[in-house]
């Protein structure tokens, strides 16, 4: 989205950022502009393409060129190999389509000359469309037309997270919000009228208001911005929205409802224990997801103390990036784990060398950096990285969690808990944080795996007729709005 956002002040990156080693690196992307949510279906449009791109380009340049500024480790720098990097999206026209651009940019095409092979006759083979390269998408069958629904929580089909979210729109904010901003949106009515009748333009529908309105701003050369969309007007909707969206993919005290950023937790550390565990031969990991995954990930992580922009929606393929490095000056052998450390970057909207990642500390500390074992620590006491755990946490009991549910651990029982409806927690087993001092097991693997194949993204409210659901074994990507 291009609603601005303020520029995040934050500290810059250390130089002795250039002596260091990156091992390995997590990127979490939103997709890049597409049509209306409330105009099914969505499709990623030519500017949106162009900005996965333009952000694929970038990491590229950061990571994987032979002049990489931060260059991973070992990682090829012309022909892709697959070994090294996985991608994942779901099965949704906008996060598939955005993935597949992300990844063009990622590792372009090479040309007649690596393009190309020898037979064995010595007949010569070119790759089509000049050495385009082909990668792997993994595709989660849970978050299907994600971006054609209209709810953040819709697609994780976590009981809990349900209700918890539902409760904000029992609480005295929701209610104030709710009548004050009326007359505002009944002022809208000229602009939205083809799509939201008089009882559906309120805050109950604050985001898709403000979505169908942005994409207005972006694309519908015929709407008067002097009387009609004015940017304070299109700013007013973008501040209502923030709000409305936030408070169903995040509240401290009740930790559930930030289902999606728990699970992604998981995953980050399951990818990046990967890493380690394989010395390096796992390098890169490249998903891509909703808004909704980054606004409960960012509640989770503290990341609101840092800047109170981190409440908002992300715009547009907005990144945060997970690097994970050791002060070394070289990768071999592989470092051990104490000297191993991740560090945070974060960009809004479509990043470039004009416009790059800024690091933020996170979990409410000070260091834009940190031991490989206290981030495991940090990350370990929220996240959700087992199928037994998710559907504890959730309360499920049917479906995918009929098997488990009779041997379900109490949350709060101890450090394999896992995350209560209500309460904070237990979150991944303290297994997956075993790579501190080389004690990982192959369980911790497994264990985040199974998670990846269960379920992530926020389902809290089902509004009219813009639900969408998903099944229980969802996989590694976060599904939401």
């Known amino acids: 989205m291009y609603s601005p956002w303020l520029l995040l002040v934050a500290v810059t990156l250390p130089l002795s950022e250039a002596a260091q080693t990156i091992l390995g690196v997590y990127i979490f992307s939103r997709h890049g502009d597409r049509t209306a949510k409330s105009t099914p279906p ?7 393409y162009q900005e996965v791109f333009t952000s694929g380009t970038y990491f590229r340049d950061r990571y994987i060129s032979s002049n990489a500024s931060s260059k991973i480790a070992g990682i090829n720098t012309d022909l892709v190999k697959l070994s090294q990097i996985t991608a994942s999206a779901p099965l949704d026209n906008v996060l598939m389509s955005s993935t597949q651009g992300f990844l063009q940019g990622l590792y372009p095409p090479v040309g007649t000359t690596l ?3 020898i037979l064995r006759n010595n007949t010569v083979v070119q790759a089509p469309l000049n050495g385009y390269q082909l990668i792997p998408i993994e595709t989660v069958t849970s978050g299907t037309g994600s971006e054609d629904s209209a709810w953040l929580q819709g697609s994780s089909n976590c009981a809990n997270a349900e209700i918890s979210s539902n409760e904000y729109f029992t609480t005295p904010e929701y209610m104030s919000l709710s009548n004050s901003s009326m007359d505002f949106y009944t002022s809208l009515t000229p602009m939205i009228n083809g799509t939201f009748n008089n009882s559906q333009s309120n805050y109950y529908n604050a985001y898709l208001i403000f979505d169908l309105l942005n994409v207005a701003s972006i ?3 015929t709407i008067n911005s002097s009387t009609l969309l004015t940017p304070t007007t299109l700013s007013q909707t973008r501040t209502l929205a923030d709000t409305h969206e936030w408070n169903l993919a995040y509240n401290s005290s009740s930790p559930i409802r930030a289902i999606t950023g728990a699970t992604l937790a998981a995953q980050v550390l399951q990818a990046l224990n990967t890493t380690i565990t394989s010395a390096g031969k796992s390098k890169l990991n490249v998903q891509f997801g909703a808004y909704g995954g980054f606004q409960s990930f960012f509640g989770l992580a503290q990341l609101p103390q840092q800047n109170s922009d981190f409440y908002g929606v992300p715009d547009y ?4 990036t997970f690097e994970l490095f050791t002060n070394a000056s070289t990768a071999e052998p592989f470092p051990a784990v104490e000297d191993i450390s991740v560090r945070f970057l974060w960009h809004n909207g479509t990043t470039s060398d004009l416009s790059t ?5 996170l979990f409410g500390q000070q260091a834009l950096s940190l031991p490989w074992t206290t981030f495991a620590d940090q990350m370990n006491a929220f996240a959700i990285g087992s199928q037994q755990q998710w559907c504890s946490a959730c309360g499920n009991t049917t479906g995918i ?6 041997a379900s651990p109490s949350p709060g029982s101890g450090s394999t808990s896992s995350a209560s ?3 904070g927690g237990g979150g991944v087993s303290k297994a997956v944080a075993g790579v501190i001092g080389a004690m990982v097991t192959l369980a911790v693997v497994l264990g985040a795996e199974a998670l990846i194949m269960l379920a992530a993204g926020l389902r809290v409210v089902r509004k009219a007729a813009l639900g969408g659901g998903q099944n229980g074994s969802a996989a590694a990507a976060l599904t939401k709005a």
């Open 42 to 48: 969505a499709n990623l449009t030519d500017l949106g």
């Open 115 to 117: 393009g190309s092979s």
């Open 219 to 221: 694309h519908n050369a």
């Open 317 to 320: 393929a907005s990144t945060m």
């Open 357 to 361: 990642p800024v690091a933020y500390p």
């Open 401 to 406: 969690c009929a098997s488990s549910a009779p």
């Open 421 to 423: 409806a209500s309460g």
